[in-house]
C-alpha cells in the first residue's frame, strides 16, 4: 500500500505525542513505514550518556492512536517498556 506524506506526517506527530507523555528527559527521533510494519528509532538521554533503541511499532498507523485509546494505551506501554532506561523529567 503505497504512503502518502500526510500518513507520515500523522504517524510522527502520534509518536511525538507519546514521547512527550512519557516525561523524557531528551530524545530524538524518526517513524517510518517498512516492509515489517511501522518502525521507531528513538535515542534519548540515560543516566550513563545516549541510548539508541529501534521499536517495531507493527501494521497500525500510530496515527490512529490518536482517536482509539486502547491503540495508544498499548502503543504507550510499549515505549515505556522499551525506554525504561531513559532519564524522566522531575
Do not use: Y
Not at 517510518?32 to 543516566?47: D, P, S
Not at 504507550?76 to 531513559?86: P, S, V
Amino acid at each position: 500500500m503505497p504512503l502518502f506524506p500526510f500518513d507520515l506526517a500523522g504517524a510522527k506527530d502520534a509518536v511525538e505525542e507519546l514521547l512527550t507523555r512519557l516525561n523524557l528527559e531528551a530524545f530524538l527521533f524518526a517513524v517510518e513505514h517498512t516492509e515489517r510494519g511501522w518502525e521507531l528509532r528513538v535515542e534519548c538521554a540515560t543516566e550513563d550518556g545516549w541510548q539508541a533503541q529501534t521499536i517495531l511499532l507493527g501494521d497500525k498507523l500510530p496515527a490512529a492512536s490518536e482517536a482509539d485509546a486502547h491503540l495508544r494505551s498499548q502503543l504507550l506501554a510499549l515505549l515505556e517498556e522499551k525506554l525504561a532506561a531513559c532519564k524522566r523529567r522531575r
